[in-house]
């Protein structure tokens, strides 16, 4: 049976996510996250991608984009192949780094598009290793996650070019830097909870 088309559209917006072979890490050292940091660059700007939130964590990656130009799916292989070419060389490892397509889902709604946001930024904090830690242990991870746009978001270190922040205007402060003090109490809200937009 085939598989069925993608959603496209120009100004999509998406979440993406791309998970290792077998849920392997794809990431094994510094190195390798940083390597993976220097594709999204090239790749934005050849196909006109724009970049809201990202995270990296060992085995997995995801993405918030919009696609002026409804081009998700060459945007994700420019990225994962460029990547895997590189893990496969360094690691001497064969046969696939990535684990068949990437998952996409469609995006809308302002709420929602902040709530996938603080989703995205906790993901590091939302593994088995951490159930049971406190509030402030969480935080620590949270803010200590280097392959993550949320310290930026957070007003905790410089802004990145390569990421949109448009949709810190929807908390309604007065200032950039009272929308993103707001946006870092959003995110922490839920530090121990878990949001009923992404219960599954």
């Given at each position: 049976?085939?598989?069925?088309?993608?959603?496209?559209?120009?100004?999509?917006?998406?979440?993406l996510?791309?998970?290792g072979?077998?849920?392997?890490?794809?990431?094994?050292?510094?190195?390798?996250?940083?390597?993976?940091?220097?594709?999204?660059?090239?790749?934005?700007?050849?196909?006109?991608?724009?970049?809201?939130?990202?995270?990296?964590?060992?085995?997995?990656?995801?993405?918030?984009?919009?696609?002026?130009?409804?081009?998700?799916h060459?945007?994700?292989?420019?990225?994962?192949?460029?990547?895997?070419?590189?893990?496969?060389?360094?690691?001497?490892?064969?046969?696939?780094?990535?684990?068949?397509?990437?998952?996409?889902?469609?995006?809308?709604?302002?709420?929602?598009?902040?709530?996938?946001?603080?989703?995205?930024?906790?993901?590091?904090?939302?593994?088995?290793?951490l159930?049971?830690?406190?509030?402030?242990?969480?935080?620590?991870?949270?803010?200590?996650?280097?392959?993550?746009?949320?310290?930026?978001?957070?007003?905790?270190?410089?802004?990145?070019?390569?990421?949109?922040?448009?949709?810190?205007?929807?908390?309604?402060?007065?200032?950039?830097?009272?929308?993103?003090?707001?946006?870092?109490?959003?995110?922490?809200?839920?530090?121990?909870?878990?949001?009923?937009?992404?219960m599954?």
């Open positions: 049976m085939s598989r069925p088309w993608r959603v496209r559209y120009a100004g999509a917006k998406c979440h996510t791309v998970r072979n077998g849920r392997a890490a794809v990431f094994l050292e510094p190195g390798d996250y940083k390597r993976f940091m220097e594709q999204p660059d090239a790749a934005l700007e050849a196909d006109g991608v724009v970049l809201f939130a990202y995270v990296l964590m060992p085995n997995h990656y995801r993405l918030f984009v919009e696609t002026p130009m409804g081009n998700a060459r945007f994700m292989q420019r990225l994962n192949t460029a990547y895997g070419m590189y893990f496969r060389f360094k690691h001497n490892r064969p046969g696939h780094c990535f684990q068949g397509r990437y998952g996409a889902k469609l995006v809308a709604g302002d709420r929602y598009i902040l709530a996938l946001t603080r989703y995205i930024y906790l993901n590091p904090v939302k593994v088995k290793g159930d049971s830690s406190p509030a402030s242990r969480k935080r620590d991870v949270l803010m200590g996650r280097l392959y993550s746009s949320y310290r930026r978001y957070a007003g905790l270190t410089e802004l990145e070019r390569r990421v949109d922040y448009r949709w810190l205007s929807f908390l309604g402060c007065r200032s950039e830097r009272g929308n993103r003090r707001a946006y870092r109490g959003f995110v922490e809200a839920m530090l121990e909870k878990e949001d009923e937009f992404f599954e």
